[in-house]
């Protein structure tokens, strides 16, 4: 296959990953099912789930110098430094821990809104509604002038050229998603930050990256942003905790904090020593796919070369889902089934499809789907959580379907089949 297509695993390298996490085929009280709704939550990794659980038995606390509390201390030590260093590519700055990762960008976006002056900040119109809306909640809160970039209809993205028309030198604040989760769209950060830096060398940039850590490599350095997050529930690991880089200067800017407490120290009390533990499992196992790829012994090296692999068999997958194959046409090609914000190169997109079926609305479709052992989800305009970005897209809604890597391309070729009878039941009647 042409490497902008993706290139798969091996199938016994793919079954070998899927079966490290838990339920990837069958829901143990539902039983047998496709699940393509890993942007909403992804398929857990049955180390990083037991990690956690083993921890959350003991009482004690790593603010404590017994043996256990020690080991704890250490495990938090170690986690903060590789998700700093390993995953967001950080050479300096802070780690912030939050319950969720939107909590870690409101913290983030205001911390920066009421510590620096300017007269506007601006967001796009398909962020998630925790960047989106903490930029505007955070404008009304300082009296500034609060800012939309809309999206293109034909990429499901932002257009890097937009920036200009809505970031000044008296901008506070720019926030962009780093890819769309209903769209995939990988959005082209590294023009997005030279535009907007072009205007004004000050100005603070934060990038959501939950839909996207899963899929490609984050290197804060590289894009030269000052905040980014993610969320382990969408990563392969746990509920309850969110993650957020901060660079220097912003972790600097006063904050809540506890008063002896050193200056750049974001906790507030304990943090739980089973989400990094939970978390370390994640690089362990992106580094071990790298590992099958590569002789290096450096784990940074790994976990890239492991997250650039996972990236290609997606793409791979990505390229079945829509093209098909000898035995089912692909969604591009099943007559019925529109495919939304659709583009050509797979290289500027994350594995996510927005789609619909003619002759039957979202919320039914995906009712259809799970009747027939396929669990996708809809966005639809009428959700307070979707409406502004599924009409910036100029939809009223899409069914957002979005395996994982350690899905097969017999899994790919088992919803094709059972969208092609959809299309054909529901679109000829």
Known sequence: MDRKNGILFTSDLQQELKAKFYYPDADPLHGTRLFFENSGGSLRLKSAVEAKAALEMFPDCPERIHERSLYLKGLVEEGTKQILEIMFGAKSGALITELTASQTMFRIIGTIMENVSGGNAVTTAIEHPSSHDAVEFYCKQTNREFRVIPASHVTGGIDPA????????????????????????????????????????????????????????????????????????????????????????????????????????????????????????????????GGKFSTSTDRKELYLEGIHRIHLQERALLYHLLEGSAEVPGLRHIKGVNVYVDTEDLTKRDLIVAMGIQGIDFTECVAEYQKRGVTVFERVNTSLYSKRIVEALGLSGAIRVSPLHCHGIEDIEAFLKITKEMASTYSES
């Not at 926030?175 to 950060?189: E, F, L, P, Q, R």
Request: one cysteine or more; aromatic letters at 8%; charged letters at 20%.
């Open 162 to 289: 937009e920036i200009k028309n809505y970031v000044d030198k008296d901008t506070v604040l720019l926030s962009v998603m780093a890819a769309s989760n209903i769209s995939g769209t990988i959005m082209d950060m590294e023009a997005i930050v030279k535009e907007a830096r072009a205007i004004n060398p000050d100005i603070y940039i934060v990038s959501d990256a939950v839909q996207h850590a899963p899929h490609c490599a984050m290197d804060v350095e590289e894009l030269q942003v000052d905040a980014m997050n993610f969320a382990p529930y969408k990563f392969f690991g746990v509920r309850g905790c969110g993650f957020a880089y901060v660079s220097d200067r912003v972790a600097k800017m006063p904050h809540p904090k506890l008063t002896a407490k050193q200056e750049m120290v974001w906790e507030l009390g304990t943090p739980s020593p089973g989400n990094f533990a939970s978390i370390l499992q994640v690089i362990d196992y992106v580094c071990e796919i």
